[in-house]
């Protein structure tokens, strides 16, 4: 089946710096990806489409200078979250669309201190 | 915003059927009704789709009503690692059309 691996699968960083989390479709080539951000005892939230060789469309509210989107790749979609801040800590998630099922990360946990 | 309706929580006995209830009245022709589970600090994992027909798979069976302004995932025989949160998302994918998640239902699976 459509594996969608994701990495890292926890992070800690210092407040103030950058943290780039991958996403890779393992056997499928993903033209459309999506980025999820989810606080404990939330649903999902999401925040930007990614689609290989343009640029991503944000959510609205989500800021688009503070994580950034890079679809280089039919295999390959990242995100990089600039300036962290205690307040971006929570779990990021992946999803990109694999025929006729949409097929998610596991995830990364981040952790702003 | 989400499509669908879900009752926040539900319990299910072991070795019973648990029964999953989603309505989604604004559903256009195009878009098929999907559910996933999300069990904790984990991604969302696929479970079953469908358009109008009713589906079965390993893991589950969809029931759609006729006017598809609802559906059911039935869980046949429920075991404690089905404790999950599961959602119900509808979605035109030929278009790309991203998934946008509802608060889905907590099933707790009781010894």
């Known amino acids: 089946g459509a594996v969608v691996s994701q990495h890292p699968s926890w992070v800690i960083c210092k407040s103030g710096t950058s943290v780039k989390i991958e996403c890779r479709s393992l056997d499928f080539q993903a033209t459309t990806m999506f980025w999820y951000r989810q606080f404990p005892k939330q649903s999902l939230m999401l925040m930007a489409t990614s689609n290989e060789g343009s640029k991503a469309t944000y959510e609205q509210g989500v800021e688009k200078d503070k994580f950034l989107i890079n679809h280089a790749s039919l295999t390959l979609s990242t995100l990089t979250v600039t300036s962290a801040h205690p307040e971006d800590s929570s779990f990021y998630i992946c999803?990109?669309?694999?025929?006729?099922?949409?097929?998610f990360g596991s995830g990364t946990r981040l952790t702003v201190v | 915003d989400a499509k669908t309706t879900q009752p926040p929580s539900m319990d299910c006995a072991e070795g019973r059927a648990a029964n999953l209830p989603c309505n989604h009245s604004?559903?256009?022709?195009?878009?098929?009704v999907y559910w996933y589970r999300q069990i904790h600090s984990q991604g969302p994992q696929y479970i079953i789709h469908g358009l109008k027909n009713n589906e079965t798979n390993e893991m589950a069976s969809l029931i759609i009503t006729e006017d598809r302004k609802s559906s059911t995932l039935i869980l046949p025989h429920a075991t404690l690692r089905d404790t999950a949160v599961y959602y119900c998302?509808?979605?035109?994918?030929?278009?790309?059309?991203?998934?946008?998640f509802g608060q889905g239902t907590r099933l707790t699976i009781n010894p």
């Open positions: 999803s990109a669309i694999n025929r006729r099922s949409y097929t």
């Open positions: 604004t559903i256009s022709g195009n878009e098929y």
């Open positions: 998302i509808v979605s035109e994918i030929q278009g790309a059309q991203k998934l946008v």
